[in-house]
């Protein structure tokens, strides 16, 4: 198989962790005989110093013509402390998702055994957790009319849905839960939003097309609580831009560390593949940052991507090792954790990269 994949180190911890995504993506094609080749390309803080634009159109020409995309974080902390920057980091990273028509983010919540006692929640509420979230991504506030008063004392976004949008997103995620267990979850505010219940209506038709499949409607407000409460009860979650934002967030302490966790973004065209992770300014360049998320998103572009399939389960395989034999990185690592086992961002890299050289070998 050949392949052009397009990395978009971005900001922070981006370059730190992508390089190691992209270093184990080159080894599976030497192993598994694959052409895999790359480009790399700016986005974000990094792409506003260059050019002025969180997102060139160099960039975007880049994203169109390959068949993924590896990317890392987005964010710098001067934006953070200035609400009034009219040119932002994130700006690149919406805008990208929306000229793509990356309209699905899938979020797996995978927990490894070993991690278990990296959770704030207890061990015996978390055993056996697999989820998958379906996160709308091109509608909600993020992209509706934002408007501020002239004395800047009110302001307001609009919250905004169209039919269309949720079909395409309720498919694809009633289409997942078919191959797993045949369970979903729609995830809104339908008591207080007109925009949820359009989603309810919408998924409650598009549920009749998927009779094997088990519907379950829950507002945010409930869905947040019973994540920590009995996250078991989930399978597929199905839920807009904003409540995915929070929820897979929140669900990040499942899996023990935001280090761990992988997305996919999904349309139509060329996939976006990413740590869910941020930029991390506070410890970029010091070695510090986990780069098993990015290690996992290539686990994604070869299995959702490409339809690599074994391919993707070698590279789970090649983190699940590490974590086995009790290596950690330190945002993973507890009290009960060998103190030569603790890795930095390339330690951990390097020897999740020797396990599949070895593999070759």
């Known amino acids: 198989m050949k392949k052009h994949i397009l990395v978009i180190p971005g900001d922070g911890i981006g370059p730190e962790v992508t390089a190691w995504g992209k270093a184990v993506l080159e ?3 030497k192993t598994f005989g694959h052409e895999f080749t790359f480009d790399e390309a700016l986005m974000g803080h990094v792409a506003i110093e260059a050019t002025g634009d969180p997102l060139p159109d160099e960039t975007l020409e880049k994203a169109r013509k390959s068949d993924a995309i590896l990317f890392g974080a987005v964010g710098h902390a001067k934006y953070d402390n200035d609400p009034s920057a009219k040119v932002r980091p994130e700006q690149g990273l919406l805008k990208i998702r929306k000229e793509l028509g990356l309209y699905a983010n899938l979020r797996p919540i995978m927990l490894f055994d070993e991690l278990l006692q990296a959770s704030s929640i207890k061990p015996e509420i978390l055993q056996g957790t697999d989820i998958l979230f379906f996160r709308e991504l091109t509608g909600d506030v993020y992209f509706g009319e934002k408007t501020r008063s002239e004395d800047r004392q009110t302001a307001s976004d609009l919250m905004i849905y169209h039919r269309y949008e949720v079909e395409r997103i309720a498919h694809k995620a009633y289409q997942a839960a ?6 979903l ?28 499949v088990q ?9 947040a609580m019973q994540l920590i409460k009995n996250p078991k009860q989930f399978d597929v979650v199905l839920t807009a831009n904003l409540f995915g934002d929070i929820l897979t967030d929140e669900a990040s302490q ?25 930029s991390a300014h506070d410890i970029a360049g010091q070695n510090k940052a986990n780069p098993l998320a990015s290690i996992l998103s290539v686990a994604l572009i070869l299995e959702i991507g490409f339809g690599l399939i074994e ?18 990185t330190g945002d993973i690592a507890d009290s009960n954790s060998d103190k030569n086992k603790i890795l930095g961002t390339a330690e951990m890299g390097k020897l999740v990269l020797g396990y599949l050289e070895s593999k070759q070998s």
């Open 215 to 223: 519907t379950e409607h829950m507002f945010i407000d409930n869905a």
């Open 27 to 29: 080894q599976v094609g």
């Open 311 to 328: 391919e993707s389960k070698a590279v789970v395989a090649l983190v699940d090792r590490a974590l086995k034999e009790g290596y950690r």
């Open 185 to 212: 979850c729609s995830v809104d505010k339908a008591n207080v939003l007109e925009s949820s219940r359009l989603w309810r209506e919408t998924v409650q038709e598009i549920a009749k097309q998927y009779p094997d």
């Open 254 to 278: 499942i899996a023990g560390s935001m280090g761990m966790l992988a997305s996919a973004s999904v349309g139509e065209s060329t996939g976006f593949y990413e740590p869910i992770h941020g």
């Open 178 to 183: 078919q191959q797993r267990s045949k369970r």
